[in-house]
């Protein structure tokens, strides 16, 4: 009777446990993340996006049912994605999930939303088919929407979602202006830097004669000036700092031109201008061995294209502890020129991004030679600064910042059949930049959530001699000690079996 009664005393304390975590577990969210780059973990930039939101937000997703296991686990997560928006926004967020394969209705509503099916291979009883399925969202706020077409399998919600949820609830974008009229990029060439930063800021073409009042932009971008800019243009560059003015200049300091095969430098006045404020920008083309690659057409029997590595476009993967580049990983630079300060410690001097171990400079004017043998003494010049940021005092009463990249088309796209698709760090660093000038951290650290690059660490010539022999060579070291050993032991065992009196 006893024991019977320990029992359903125990029972009756585990189920009172039970239900107090439950009740617990209602009020206080919590969840445990051991992932690397923390995805499952909302950000902080989307916390405060998410505590800032006053409007209710209708989130609809409009997902088949049976869908294979992987692109069924992107939908958990995305689920689960919601359940968290829902809690931090304090319940400003509701969303629904609908089939719109169930019935006729139901497809219309979704295609009328903007979400189209789209065919999707699946395996089913060793035969592969094609069905239809609906795998995209919709987000209202008040009369405004936003739309995600297609939620593809094993990309990052969160920053998607976020972006959408400031672009509908922003009401007052700050104005960001674009230098021009100096050979600078027109806006169309830049497609996917003024995608990104439109989510958070009206850009807006300016010139520096004509424009009126500077102070209404938060910050201004000088972007790859061909020109000569005249001391007027400057003058009000000045004025704009010391009233507390930010400017981010990407400078085209040297300009590489391969169809005529050789290499200059610029000259536009911006590189003595940057002098007077402490920063030094030498007319001179980095080389890195690690380095993107050109095609090139191979002559022989046939033609065939071959992709060669040309030094002159050096990948930096060494950056400094800033929030301009925090979570950034490769940023390809083409044709960049070294920069140094010389200002003294009334400015604050932040050095951004470095190029390798194995890099070098060669002064302008060149000539190119794609089929140049490099050796180990073009590489003079370790960790050449390629990326700064300063702030301070510039002329005035109020802090300044300027942040300078020293290449000019870092994030071009161009147009047309000369169009091309730029690294994505390259404008995560463009748009953190303008984030930090700005004041506005945004959605800076959700730009770069997730692990997008692991690149290999580079050697050195001699240690990949010194792996190669040791691969090959120790496995025939350590077949040949066993084979002595095993020897040694058999001749051992000989030995002593043939003393007198040995019994076994």
């Known amino acids: 009777m006893t024991k019977r009664r320990n029992i359903i005393y125990r029972s009756l304390v585990v189920a009172g446990i039970l239900i107090i975590l439950n009740v617990i577990s209602s009020v206080f969210f919590f969840r445990a993340d051991f992932t690397e780059d923390k995805r499952y973990t909302l950000d902080r930039s989307t916390k405060r996006i998410l505590r800032e939101v006053e409007t209710p937000i209708i989130m609809t997703l409009y997902v088949s049912d049976d869908l294979p296991p992987d692109v069924n686990r ?7 994605l919601l359940i968290e928006y829902n809690h931090y926004s304090k319940k400003n967020i509701d969303f629904e999930f609908i089939n719109p394969n169930a019935n006729e209705e139901l497809e219309q509503e979704a295609i009328a939303a903007g979400i189209n099916p789209v065919p999707l291979e699946v395996r089913e009883k060793d035969q592969i088919k094609v069905q239809r399925v609906f795998l995209g969202m919709s987000i209202q706020v008040g009369d405004k929407s936003e739309i995600i077409p297609l939620i593809k399998p094993g990309i990052v919600m969160e920053y998607t979602l976020s972006t959408l949820i400031k672009r509908l609830t922003i009401t007052d974008k700050p104005k960001i202006g674009y230098i021009t009229g100096h050979g600078e990029p027109t806006l169309d060439k830049l497609d996917q830097a003024m995608a990104e930063l439109s989510v958070l800021y009206d850009i807006t073409p300016i010139h520096l004669l004509s424009e009126p009042n500077l102070s209404d932009y938060k910050s201004l971008l000088l972007i790859g000036p061909m020109a000569t800019i005249s001391t007027t243009q400057f003058g009000r560059l000045d004025k704009y700092l010391a009233d507390g003015g930010n400017l981010f200049i990407a400078i085209e300091r040297v300009n590489g031109m391969l169809n005529d095969g050789i290499g200059i430098s610029v000259n536009t ?9 402490g920063l030094y920008v030498d007319d001179s083309f980095i080389v890195d061995k690690k380095c993107g690659t050109v095609t090139v057409q191979q002559q022989g029997y046939f033609s065939y294209p071959q992709q060669i590595n040309f030094p002159f476009l050096p ?11 925090d979570g950034i990983e490769t940023v390809i630079l083409q044709f960049a020129s070294p920069m140094s300060f010389m200002g003294d410690s009334t400015i604050n001097y932040q050095p951004l991004a470095y190029t390798s171990d194995i890099s070098g400079k060669l002064k ?21 600064t390629v990326a700064v940021a300063m702030n301070g005092k510039m002329g005035g009463e109020k802090e300044a910042r300027i942040c300078v990249v020293g290449d000019g088309s870092f994030i071009v796209n161009g147009r047309g059949a000369n169009k091309i698709t730029i690294q994505k760090d390259n404008i995560n660093f463009l748009a953190n930049a303008v984030d930090w000038l700005s004041d506005d951290t945004g959605l800076m650290s959700l730009r770069t959530k997730g692990i997008s690059s692991r690149p290999l660490r580079e050697i050195t010539d001699g240690r990949v001699f010194f792996l190669k022999y040791l691969n090959f060579l120790l496995p025939l070291v350590l077949l040949i000690c066993y084979g002595l050993f095993r020897f040694e032991r058999i001749r051992s065992k000989r030995t002593k079996r043939m003393k007198p009196g040995f019994i076994k």
């Open 269 to 277: 006045g911006l590189e003595t201008w940057l002098q007077t404020k």
């Open 364 to 384: 302008a004017p060149i000539s190119f030679n794609i089929g140049r043998v490099w050796r180990a003494q073009d590489f003079l010049y370790p960790n050449l």
């Open 74 to 80: 992107t939908v958990q997560d995305l689920k689960n």
């Open 315 to 325: 990948v930096v993967s060494k950056f400094a502890n800033h929030t301009i580049t």
